[in-house]
């Protein structure tokens, strides 16, 4: 089945980079669109980015300028470069992505998750 595989996280200090991936697979058509969430202790879940299909980005206010959004349609792959992190971006961030499966006659959009990446700003 559908899985989405996410790497890139880690600890780092204030002002520091980290690049996130998320790789999909499993019987997958199409994907409409795939996006990063981050949820805190105790917090909702909340959208970062997310792109579409046609390359359409948006940001959440909180990381816009800071953070950008990429994917690779060949690979079913997205990427999230995250530069001048602050404390506040200390979360875990989750891979989304709404996808057409090859098994599905009636094309129908289903939704995945990522198992979700530890992303730790701390001095």
């Known amino acids: 089945q559908v899985q989405l595989v996410e790497s890139g996280g880690g600890l780092v200090q204030p002002g520091g980079s980290l690049r996130l991936s998320c790789a999909a697979s499993?019987?997958?058509?199409?994907?409409?669109?795939m996006g990063w969430y981050r949820q805190a202790p105790g917090k909702q879940r909340e959208l970062v980015a997310g792109i579409t299909s046609g390359g359409s980005t948006n940001y959440a206010d909180r990381v816009k300028g800071r953070f950008t959004i990429s994917r690779d349609n060949a690979k079913n792959t997205v990427y999230l470069q995250m530069n001048s992190l602050k404390p506040d971006d200390t979360a875990v961030y989750y891979c989304?992505?709404?996808?057409?499966?090859?098994?599905?006659?009636?094309?129908?959009?289903?939704?995945?998750w990522g198992q979700g990446t530890q992303v730790t700003v701390s001095s």
């Open positions: 499993g019987g997958i058509v199409s994907i409409n669109a």
């Open positions: 989304n992505a709404q996808v057409r499966l090859i098994a599905d006659v009636l094309r129908r959009v289903y939704d995945y």
